[in-house]
């Protein structure tokens, strides 16, 4: 008998988007996502793990710091190693950057400013699990809130994820113009979303999970129904 399928949402003292990330899920996957405190010791079974964004433990030290002594997080490590899709969002990359598992570091926007709007991103590898469902240049509209959303990585690592193609999202116009007038914190060849060598772990700072209504935008959705196959 075929295991019923499950998605897991780890949350932390000062996350804030899990609540916005339940509501999709169950929208756009039909599946109540099951809520892993950050002092979880063992997670049983997931077929799907998901980081929230927000302030985790208030973003001291360094955004995504203090939450990679979670836990729970070792947990998402060892899934990681086993293929089990992680995907990081906003604070969620911060995380997944702090702990290793997706190469760089998230610093201070430029002119050290929150950014909170919505911003274009274009999809420039869509050949992952993450985003199979969208044409190649697609671009898709979401709303960013963070403050240290300023994707950093030495001219090394630059060269190793250009060559393993994990650069999957980056900020452009409304017509898909990649330019430093299109990028809203200072990233690193307006890189919005990464992947980790192996495809199966997605960090990104555009918030899917609240572009999912014709009030903001529809392009979630489409983010979202990218996972289905991945369960």
Same mark, same amino acid.
């Given at each position: ?12 003292? &000062? ?14 996957? &039909?599946? @109540?996502?099951?809520?892993?405190? #950050? ?12 980081? +929230? *964004? *927000?302030? /985790?433990? &208030? ?10 002594? /979670? ?9 990681? *190693?086993? &293929? ?9 990359? !911060? ?12 610093? @201070?926007?430029?002119?050290?400013? $929150? ?19 969208? /044409? ?9 809130? #963070? ?9 090394? !690592?630059? @060269? ?5 193609? !994990?650069?999957?999202? %980056?900020?452009?116009? @409304?017509? =898909? ?25 997605? =960090?990104?700072? +555009? #918030? ?8 903001? /935008? ?5 983010? $979202?129904?990218?996972? %289905?196959?991945?369960?």
């Amino acid at each position: 008998m075929q295991k019923k399928k499950k998605i897991s949402i780890i949350v932390f003292p &000062g996350s804030n988007c899990d609540r916005d990330l339940m509501i999709a899920t169950e929208k756009c996957l &039909g599946l @109540k996502p099951k809520v892993i405190w #950050h002092n979880e010791t063992h997670i049983k079974h997931s077929n799907m793990i998901l980081i +929230p *964004g *927000g302030f /985790s433990f &208030g973003d001291y030290l360094r955004a995504g710091t203090i939450a990679t002594k /979670s836990p729970a997080i070792k947990e998402v490590i060892r899934l990681s *190693g086993k &293929g089990v899709p992680i995907i990081g969002i906003c604070n969620g990359f !911060q995380i997944l950057t702090e702990c290793g598992l997706l190469k760089g570091a998230l610093i @201070k926007n430029t002119k050290q400013l $929150f950014k909170c709007e919505n911003v274009y991103i274009k999809v420039v590898n869509n050949k992952t699990n993450f985003t199979n469902f969208f /044409s190649s240049t697609e671009v898709l509209k979401m709303p960013i809130a #963070h403050s240290q959303g300023n994707y950093f990585l030495n001219k090394d !690592q630059i @060269k190793e994820i250009r060559d393993n193609e !994990q650069i999957i999202f %980056k900020y452009s116009s @409304k017509f =898909g113009d990649v330019s430093r007038e299109n990028n809203p914190n200072g990233s690193v060849d307006n890189i919005a979303g990464i992947t980790n060598k192996e495809k199966n772990v997605l =960090g990104l700072m +555009p #918030h899917p999970e609240r572009a999912i209504d014709e009030f903001t /935008s529809c392009d979630g959705i489409k983010f $979202f129904e990218n996972l %289905k196959n991945l369960l």
